[in-house]
Nanobody
Framework: QVHLVQSGGGLVQPGGSLRLACAAS????????IGWFRQAPGKAREGISC????????YYRESVKGRFTISRDNVKKTVYLEMNSLKPEDTAVYYC????????????????????WGQGTQVTVSS
């Protein structure tokens, strides 16, 4: 059974940095993708970044491009989201999600294409 366990997050001042981690277990191969999503109060959940665990290909939503970096450690089976130059509008609950197989890759930012979800973690950017 696949499980995703998130860590990281918290409160940071504008301009600060945080790193989120998503540890995956239960996968039998590396043919899946991990996406990061976030949901701010009163807003729809949005996909912000995705990485293909097999080949490392990455995707970023324009609003986080250049500030956020997604990476993977295939030995630890963990995906990271390094968030720099954080803004108040980045405040949200952040989720990691896994989807895909050897035969297909999920569309990076569509949450209905991901099967497994982490528990979510709060990120608050405020002075």
């Amino acid at each position: 059974q696949v499980h995703l366990v998130q860590s990281g997050g918290g409160l940071v001042q504008p301009g600060g940095s945080l790193r989120l981690a998503c540890a995956a277990s239960g996968f039998t191969d590396d043919y899946y993708s991990i996406g990061w999503f976030r949901q701010a109060p009163g807003k729809a959940r949005e996909g912000i970044s995705c990485i293909s665990v097999n080949d490392g290909k990455t995707y970023y939503r324009e609003s986080v491009k250049g500030r956020f970096t997604i990476s993977r450690d295939n030995v630890k089976k963990t995906v990271y989201l390094e968030m720099n130059s954080l803004k108040p509008e980045d405040t949200a609950v952040y989720y990691c999600a896994a989807g895909g197989s050897r035969w297909y890759a999920p569309s990076p930012f569509l949450d209905d294409q991901y099967t497994y979800w982490g528990q979510g973690t709060q990120v608050t950017v405020s002075s």
